[in-house]
């Protein structure tokens, strides 16, 4: 069973870059795997960052960025801010009517 | 603006069937430009994916789950459903319903989650 991995947290400095991944335990993320990012704070429902790899959802900021990066799928938050400390997902589209989650990545804004 | 909105127990008791209904506003479950998905998310961790249905009523459930999923959809209320049969306290979670778009494959509208304790 293919899972979909991200790292399990990170630690970026205000104004800082970092770019989360979104991989495969068996082979590598396209875009035909329709990438998309959701972004969770606390008691909150996930909110839409990118989707189809690298479009922006409307009254998504800019600094909010999707790729693919050699075999992930990629979110790059360029000058980060203390309110981007959140939980941040992937899901891929692994065709035949199925989405399957990535484990989520907590973001420390320190 | 497209809301969804959960609806259902928030307890269920060990070995009896969970039921949840979405009763979405602001668009319609007869589009054929969307599936109607539900996902859940244990306290403190991460997003499942439950399965899907169709406004012409077909579905998909996550494999992991599939013996025991059942959706439905009622386009005269703009509602769809999710029943989970035979829970155990592995089932305990924060359940939401999404809007999925057919094109490009994302959810991207929410509703606010409702929590299911499954416990006797």
């Known amino acids: 069973q293919t899972v979909v991995t991200q790292e399990p947290s990170f630690s970026v400095s205000p104004g800082g870059t970092v770019t989360l991944t979104c991989g495969l335990t068996?082979?590598?993320?396209?875009?035909?795997?329709?990438p998309s990012w959701y972004q969770q704070t606390p008691g909150r429902a996930p909110r839409t960052l990118i989707y189809?790899?690298?479009t922006r959802s409307s009254g998504v900021p800019d600094r909010f960025s999707g790729s693919i990066l050699g075999n992930k799928a990629a979110l790059t938050i360029t000058g980060a801010q203390a309110d981007d400390e959140s939980d941040y997902y992937c899901?891929?589209?692994?065709?035949?009517?199925?989405?399957?989650f990535g484990g989520g990545t907590k973001l420390i804004v320190l | 603006q497209v809301q969804l909105q959960e609806s259902g127990p928030g307890l269920v008791k060990p070995s009896e069937t969970l039921s949840l209904t979405c009763t979405v506003s602001g668009g319609s479950v007869s589009s054929g430009s969307y599936y109607w998905s539900w996902i859940r998310q244990p306290l403190g961790k991460g997003l499942e994916w439950i399965g899907y249905i169709y406004y012409s009523g077909s579905t998909n459930y996550n494999p992991s789950l599939k013996s025991r999923v059942t959706m439905s959809v009622d386009t005269s209320n703009n509602q769809f459903s999710l029943r989970l049969s035979s829970v155990t306290a592995a089932d305990t979670a924060v359940y939401y319903c999404a809007r999925t778009t057919t094109g490009t494959a994302d959810f991207d509208y929410w509703g606010q989650g409702t929590l299911v304790t499954v416990s006797s």
């Open positions: 899901v891929l589209y692994m065709g035949s009517g199925i989405w399957v």
């Open positions: 189809n790899t690298n």
């Open positions: 068996s082979g590598s993320v396209s875009k035909s795997y329709y």
